[in-house]
């Protein structure tokens, strides 16, 4: 429980350790962030911001099938203010996790119960490696960390509607779906877990029962959400291209599936994969090592069976997490598969990112349990819904159920079995009437409070019970256990005797009853009296269950043992989880695309006037090659505030080297063999067409041409090839002259027009710009 001294931090122990573990969390991923740079998609998003006002239109375009207005609107506001800069989308990123972590906790604090427990989930999702893309790549987080606090804001929501019944949750609940839709369009398969998750965690009976009652009984939330759904669908679908694929083989179907499993889901969730295979500028790839897999198999597959044997929720938790990974599975496996990059989509973690939300839920529910509000509406809530079936002779919980919101006259408490027996004297009961005795099994805490509402008796449990031994509950005085109530027994003055119990509440005895199901009367005060004040004590039955805890019912002899090993197991997973976001940080910060920004700029600054580049694709490992034309430096430099000057003709060209370095360009291709002539090549005189063969063909491409020429007036040439022609200026003299042409050949033929100009060439290029050896 939260210790409730000091401050405002201080008041919540609890809290202040998780706000601690946020900040933690938001600072070390904000570092390996800034380690890194813009990359691949990032510059293709930053050049349609540029190149585009801010209009609805833009808003709306599809980004590789993506649906990302909101987005796109961040985007372009950097673009247009800041520039193309990496540190506002550090910012932006971190202020993400900030707010998932903080809604996260907020969710933890309404679905289980109160527990120090509850900074175990917190921390996986905080720190699992199956996010770090989400928090350091902006194409990636711009689109994953709007998804997973949507996920959070809406189970938070839904689970405020199943435990209250106010109709603001479902408020949220839908604002919060429709502000996942904004940022990605995947964010649908939220619907799909807000419902999974009611049904598995707050529906009873077998499979049918539960989606039955789980459809009837919060009927509003589905038809809000599937009214939503409904919509977007038809907005998306009507202007996106079908991103369906069909698996070219069943090995192809296998292999996507054991390395999203093996190598990307099972060890993300135990701190891994611990290694990483580089993929460039973009985020590295898992690539586990076989060791480390069957390690995070295993150790899941104990977190599951102990949790279940500990806890009957704890199996429906489990389903919910494999229910929601099938369908993750089948997303992914409709869309990436029969694709050029299907062989690795396994391993990619960002696919995978949003498991890490529905896992860490799953893990509480496991581990810590539901929490045991003291109104449900509707009376849904199953009374113990994690605590195992009872031993033989155990007795059950009684189920809570709310009182009516609007009840009548106040009714009439029932006395319990636990409360002082009258004197020979009174008058006994009617044999006839049923006085309901509420049975309590000997694994309850404190004692709750039983009320007898119209003729049903309410089992009020406190948020978060306290288990104790049923020996020590039994042996505290009952004049100790406070009652709600101003209905405690008061002994009369004259005689002693005890009066009944006023008709409002009574407490339960705090044991259970006996073996044999006879309820054993508590003294009354003038026998307790009498009774020494060293209370008996006897040896506890061999039957009896030991104390409950953490690991459930373990042998005392064994629990220090198991406690070290979990210590162990829990510092190796988080050993594990600081090397892996270590070695991907190093992965992250090596960036080709920043040190090529970085030299541009400064060659900028120092580049003579004049200079200007032919048009020309940046290096494809800053943006690969099926991003064209957004892979052009026309269009990578458009969001520069000092641009390069590009132009399709010049006698001097200029180039961008690989590191981003300005040098003397040339063209690297095909050249026209030696002419004939001694000292001049090919003679070309005015009107006249000379044939010149290349030393290799041209396929029908955009070219750009070096012709090298000796004239002896200024006039214009016309350059042929294939289908293709260019017509250049001549300048009398020693030039040079760079122009583009569309076609291809063999060959190519000259033609210069005029009557008095000789012409003389032996340098005829045709290819591709390209730096001057030195």
């Not at 636990?418 to 009437?433: K, M, Q, T, V």
């Amino acid at each position: 429980m939260a210790d409730r001294t000091g401050g405002w931090l201080g008041t919540d122990r609890i809290r202040t350790v998780a706000l601690a573990i946020v900040a933690l969390s938001v600072l070390w991923r904000a570092q390996v962030a800034s380690r890194g740079f813009l990359a691949a998609d990032d510059y293709v998003m930053i050049t349609q911001a540029a190149e585009s006002d801010l209009t609805v239109e833009h808003l709306l375009t599809l980004y590789n099938n993506h649906l990302m207005p909101a987005g796109r609107l961040l985007t372009w506001l950097i673009t247009e203010h800041v520039g193309m800069v990496y540190w506002p989308y550090v910012l932006l990123m971190a202020l993400g996790q900030a707010i998932l972590g903080i809604t996260f906790f907020r969710l933890l604090r309404r679905l289980l119960r109160p527990s120090w427990l509850l900074l175990l989930p917190l921390g996986a999702l905080m720190f699992s490696p199956l996010t770090l893309e989400a928090t350091s790549w902006w194409a990636v987080g711009v689109n994953m960390l709007p998804m997973q606090i949507a996920m959070v804001l809406a189970v938070s929501a839904q689970v405020g509607y199943v435990q209250t019944g106010r109709k603001r949750h479902l408020v949220t609940l839908a604002l919060s779906v429709l502000l996942g839709l904004l940022f990605f369009e995947k964010a649908i398969l939220v619907v799909a877990l807000v419902f999974l998750l009611t049904a598995a965690l707050y529906a009873d009976g077998g499979f049918f029962r539960t989606i039955w009652t789980t459809i009837r009984r919060w009927w509003p939330s589905w038809l809000l959400l599937t009214a939503l759904s409904l919509g977007f669908l038809a907005a998306y679908l009507s202007n996106s291209e079908s991103s369906l694929r069909r698996p070219t083989s069943v090995d192809e179907v296998f292999t996507f599936l054991t390395q999203m499993l093996g190598s990307t889901v099972m060890p993300g969730l135990v701190g891994g994969p611990w290694r990483w295979l580089g993929a460039g500028d973009g985020a590295p790839v898992a690539a586990p090592p076989e060791l480390g897999r069957w390690v995070a198999w295993t150790l899941v597959v104990a977190l599951i069976v102990a949790t279940v044997r500990r806890r009957r929720r704890a199996g429906r938790a489990w389903l919910l997490l494999g229910s929601y990974l099938v369908l993750v599975a089948g997303m992914l496996a409709a869309t990436r598969l029969g694709s050029t990059f299907s062989g690795v989509a396994g391993g990619v973690p960002r696919y995978v990112s949003d498991v890490v939300v529905v896992a860490a839920i799953c893990l509480g529910v496991a581990v810590v349990g539901l929490a045991r509000p003291s109104r449900v509406s509707g009376g849904t809530e199953p009374a113990n819904p994690d605590t195992p079936p009872a031993r033989s002779g155990a007795h059950p919980e009684p189920a809570e159920v709310t009182p009516p919101e609007h009840a009548g006259p106040r009714p009439v408490a029932a006395p319990d079995a636990g409360s002082a027996a009258p004197d020979a004297g009174s008058a006994a009961p009617d044999a006839g009437s049923a006085t309901p005795v509420l049975a309590e099994s000997v694994r309850t805490g404190a004692p709750k409070q039983v009320v007898a509402r119209l003729g049903v008796i309410h089992a009020e449990a406190p948020v978060d019970p306290e288990p104790e031994p049923a020996a020590a509950a039994a042996a505290e005085p009952a004049e100790n256990v406070p009652s709600p109530r101003a209905a405690d027994p008061v002994p009369d003055d004259e005689t002693g005797r005890v009066a009944p119990p006023s008709p409002v509440a009574s407490q339960h005895p705090a044991g259970g009853p006996d073996p044999d199901g006879a309820t054993a009367p508590t003294p009354s005060p003038r026998r307790a009296v009498e009774q020494p004040a060293e209370p008996e004590r006897r040896p506890p039955a061999a039957d009896s269950p030991p104390p409950p805890g953490p690991l459930g019912p373990l042998p005392e002899r064994y629990r220090e043992a198991v406690h070290v090993v979990l210590a162990l197991v829990l510092v190796a997973v988080c050993v594990g989880t600081v090397w892996t976001t270590s070695r991907y940080s190093d992965e992250w910060a090596a960036k080709s695309g920043r040190s090529y920004v970085d030299t541009v700029r400064i060659e900028m600054a120092s580049a003579p006037p004049g200079t200007v580049f032919f048009d020309g694709p940046v290096p494809n490992e800053i943006v690969p090659d099926l991003s064209w034309p957004y892979n052009l430096q026309s269009r990578f430099f458009r969001a520069f505030g000092t641009r390069p000057t590009f132009v399709d003709e010049a006698d001097n060209l200029s180039v961008l080297d690989s590191l981003g370095r300005i040098q003397v360009a040339t063209v690297v291709g095909s050249t026209a063999q030696p002419g004939p002539q001694e000292g001049c090549g090919y003679l070309v005189s005015g009107g006249q067409s000379v044939r010149m063969p290349l030393n290799e063909p041209r396929q029908d491409w955009h070219w750009v041409v070096r012709i090298g020429y000796l004239s002896s007036a200024s006039g214009t040439a016309t350059l042929r090839l294939g289908t293709g022609t260019a017509e250049f200026p001549v300048k009398k003299g020693l030039n040079q002259r760079f122009f583009r042409i569309v076609g291809g050949g063999d060959s190519v033929e000259l033609t210069v027009h005029g009557t008095d100009i000789s012409f003389c060439t032996n340098e005829i290029a045709i290819g591709n710009p390209a730096p001057k050896p030195e």
